[in-house]
């Protein structure tokens, strides 16, 4: 089947600095990737939607200069969590679409923000 | 616009009992239908979909129906197992490529031995 990677799995940082997380198809090309924000015992809420190729469309109410999101191939996304605070600490998680509709979800990413 | 909306857990079952998560749907055109479950610490995992009215979708002895009359895709399962504690979402998609996912709150499920 799809899968799709996230890289780090956790990630623990302080205040100010920047965070680069990472999502991978490995096994298929990707046309739109999506990036969903987690807190704890709540729903997915979707972040933005990133095609390769061209700038992610943010969902209203996401910074989109807070939250960059580059996709740079049909297999690899981006997203950089710029001068992040403890307000941003959540577990993010990507999924890719191989085609159609249906998506396959990373393992996610925890981001402690100290 | 479009929504999911699911019973509100937690469900605390004890093992061998029958599961049932209510879902419904508000959506404009013909959506799909899915479940997700996702374990602590883990993403999101597929658990069964559906893409029309009256399909079934089924997996580790799960099932959901997609009833459009209802406008919903209820989660049951006969036999509860403590690994099945985790949390599952109800999530619909309007069968639009590159359109995102809009899921339910999630409901809890915590089965006891």
């Known amino acids: 089947g799809a899968v799709v990677s996230q890289h780090p799995s956790w990630v623990i940082c302080k205040s100010g600095t920047s965070v680069k997380i990472e999502c991978r198809s490995l096994d298929f090309q990707a046309t739109t990737m999506f990036w969903y924000r987690q807190f704890p015992k709540q729903s997915l809420m979707l972040m933005a939607t990133?095609?390769?190729?061209?700038?992610?469309?943010?969902e209203q109410g996401v910074e989109k200069d807070k939250f960059l999101i580059n996709h740079a191939s049909l297999t690899l996304s981006t997203l950089t969590v710029t001068s992040a605070h403890p307000e941003d600490s959540s577990f993010y998680i990507c999924?890719?679409?191989?085609?159609?509709?249906?998506?396959?979800f990373g393992p996610g990413t925890r981001l402690t923000v100290l | 616009g479009d929504s999911v909306t699911q019973m509100e857990g937690p469900v605390t079952l004890s093992e061998e009992a029958f599961l049932t998560i209510n879902c419904t749907y508000t959506a404009t055109g013909y959506p799909s239908l899915f479940w997700y479950v996702q374990y602590p610490g883990e993403g999101l995992q597929l658990l069964l979909k559906a893409t029309k009215a009256d399909d079934k979708g089924s997996n580790k002895g799960f099932e959901a129906t997609y009833r459009k009359e209802t406008t919903s895709f209820h989660l049951e399962k006969g036999s509860v197992q403590v690994s099945d504690s985790a949390v599952y979402f109800c999530a619909l998609t309007l069968n639009q490529a590159g359109t995102a996912l809009i899921f339910g709150k999630g409901t809890t499920l915590s089965v006891s031995s």
């Open positions: 999924s890719a679409t191989l085609s159609g509709y249906e998506q396959f």
């Open positions: 990133s095609n390769e190729g061209s700038k992610a469309t943010y």
